[in-house]
């Protein structure tokens, strides 16, 4: 079982919409969640972090979490084609200091 | 101006040459890593340092030979590589638990 998984994609939403992005991970004792976003040819840019069971929103983003089901998904409301980029989910591991452990990331088509 | 600088952007090294990669980050951060990136592929862990002491090495063939002189900057060594190790390097860095910030990149082609 992969350590973090991501529906690879691509999800494709209409401009206006809300997009939903989800991650699930394998061990329990992570500790904290975090969204990159990655255009392509650039390289991963943080938009959000998470580490208490709820939401935390950020503008148009709302990172969920649900350690009990080892789940983590991304809102994006009003979705515009700027949006358009790969979602990586990554994990801080258990007893892996601050190392991240990433998914292979989701895919966003947002058309207009 | 990204916090994080890797030079160069892009590089074109033949199988017998030997290049080195260089990553410099302005944040004040403490730990600095390398990262694989390769199509089709999540980003894999190369090497993490702490306070300029390698804490981890993540199964990196010898081919690849990381150096940190001091918190501020890291280099990768390149020498012998194979056309499978064409990819996107990412050096990143982190002060605590609230993520890592990566730098642009260099795109690595091997011929």
């Known amino acids: 079982q992969k350590e973090v998984e991501q529906n690879s994609g691509p999800l494709s939403v209409p401009e206006g919409a809300i997009a939903s992005l989800n991650c699930t991970y394998s061990d329990r004792g992570s500790q904290s969640f975090f969204w990159y976003r990655q255009y392509s040819g650039k390289s991963p840019e943080l938009i959000m972090f998470?580490?208490?069971?709820g939401d935390k929103e950020d503008g148009r983003f709302t990172a969920q979490l649900n350690k009990a089901s080892q789940y983590v998904s991304l809102l994006i409301r009003d979705s515009q084609p700027s949006d358009s980029a790969t979602y990586l989910c990554a994990v801080n591991i258990r007893n892996a200091g601050n190392m991240l452990t990433f998914g292979g990331g989701t895919r966003l088509m947002v058309k207009p | 101006e990204t916090g994080v600088t890797q030079t160069p952007r892009h590089l074109v090294m033949g199988m017998t040459n030997k290049k080195s990669l260089k990553c410099e980050q302005h944040l004040g951060h403490n730990a600095m890593y390398w990262y694989k990136q390769s199509a089709k592929k999540p980003l894999e862990l190369m090497f993490v340092?702490?306070?300029?002491?390698?804490?981890e090495n993540n199964s990196v063939p010898s081919r690849f030979s990381p150096e940190c002189p001091n918190s501020s900057h890291l280099f990768l060594h390149l020498h012998t590589l194979q056309p499978e190790d064409s990819a996107l390097y990412l050096c990143?860095?982190?002060?605590?638990?609230?993520?890592?910030?990566f730098g642009q990149g260099t795109r690595l082609t091997v011929v």
């Open positions: 340092y702490n306070f300029k002491e390698q804490t």
């Open positions: 998470i580490y208490s069971n």
């Open positions: 990143a860095s982190s002060q605590d638990w609230r993520g890592a910030f």
